[in-house]
């Protein structure tokens, strides 16, 4: 089929693509703006911060991206300019892009600041690791470099086992907790665990549909220039809903008490909770109070803080 050119020679199949970049990036910079707000709003509130402000990234370079993508357009059309130097830019942050939402699915998937407050060591570096090989076998596919389609999908291959594997460990963990608060009655971690295995379920179902679009994009590659603005209001309102759906489950919120009971790093053996008492006590005795043997929790909320000055609500975690 002959292709239509415009009078500046470039293909006017393409001609949908600086009104589409434009309403995508009015979208994701809203979204970026609204989860910037939303995580300093409720920096103090709760431990799972670090989290989102990691995840504060995956829409900000989003929108860096669809900005460059809608002044090539633009300038090529508008301005007969179709700059190298711009392409170059949406090729880098669009790699950024997708490195960058692998990274935090790696990190949602080991628990950080859910069921532990920091990775382990060997977790950081595979994490670490996956993150390279997938930048650098991402920039050679991107480059057309021989063989490296095969290289990306076996990255592919195990980024997603690693992410459903310590999913899968998590749920598990989580459901022995559950049902040892159910057995031993510490009702008061309940909501807690229970809110951490809802998001888990919620990741998990978000990531198996991130696996199969990842596959129907790979096996659909048509290059053509024919409906290529369709295609691409079906990849960018996929990756949008996918993400939506996965920030409103990690959103920065007012979650249940304990939420932020969590040990430092993962138990490797003991994946049991252990039991958790509460008790009230001065200000003085509080400050005194010296054991290496309990964890100490938090403070009481300040609602209730202003209205009994002199004390503290101490939550007691004991080893068992």
Avoid at 232 to 242: P, S, Y
């Amino acid at each position: 089929m002959e292709e239509s050119h415009g009078i500046n020679g470039v293909d006017d199949s393409y001609r949908h693509l600086p009104i589409l970049y434009l309403t995508f990036l009015s979208i994701w910079s809203l979204s970026a703006c609204s989860w910037t707000v939303n995580t300093f709003k409720n920096r103090n509130f709760q431990q799972t911060n670090s989290l989102q402000w990691i995840l504060a990234s995956v829409p900000l370079i989003k929108a860096l991206q669809l900005t460059l993508s809608f002044l090539f357009w633009h300038s090529c059309f508008h301005h007969q300019i179709c700059s190298l130097w711009m392409s170059f830019g949406v090729y880098v942050t669009g790699v950024l892009f997708q490195t960058a939402s692998f990274v935090s699915f790696l990190l949602i998937s080991h628990g950080y600041c859910i069921t532990c407050e920091r990775l382990s060591l060997t977790e950081r570096r595979t994490t670490a690791s996956l993150g390279c090989v997938f930048y650098l076998t991402l920039v050679g596919y991107r480059a057309s470099v021989p063989y490296f389609a095969v290289l990306l999908i076996l990255n592919y291959m195990i980024s997603f086992y690693v992410i459903f594997h310590h999913i899968s460990q998590n749920l598990s963990v989580l459901r022995e907790q559950l049902s040892f608060i159910e057995d031993e009655n510490v009702q008061a971690m309940h909501d807690a665990v229970y809110a951490k295995y809802i998001m888990f379920k919620k990741f998990q179902g978000a990531m198996q549909i991130v696996a199969m679009a990842e596959t129907v994009i790979y096996m659909n590659m048509d290059n053509s220039s024919q409906n290529y603005w369709l295609r691409l209001l079906i990849r960018e309102w996929a990756q949008f809903c996918i993400f939506l759906y996965i920030g409103w489950t990690f959103r920065s919120q007012d979650m249940a008490p304990r939420f932020s009971v969590m040990p430092t790093l993962k138990p490797k053996d003991n994946t049991i909770i252990p039991p958790i008492y509460s008790m009230e006590m001065d200000e003085k005795t509080f400050k005194e109070f010296r054991s290496h043997e309990w964890n100490i929790g938090v403070p009481m909320p300040h609602s209730n803080y202003e209205r009994q000055k002199d004390s503290v609500l101490v939550i007691i975690q004991h080893p068992r």
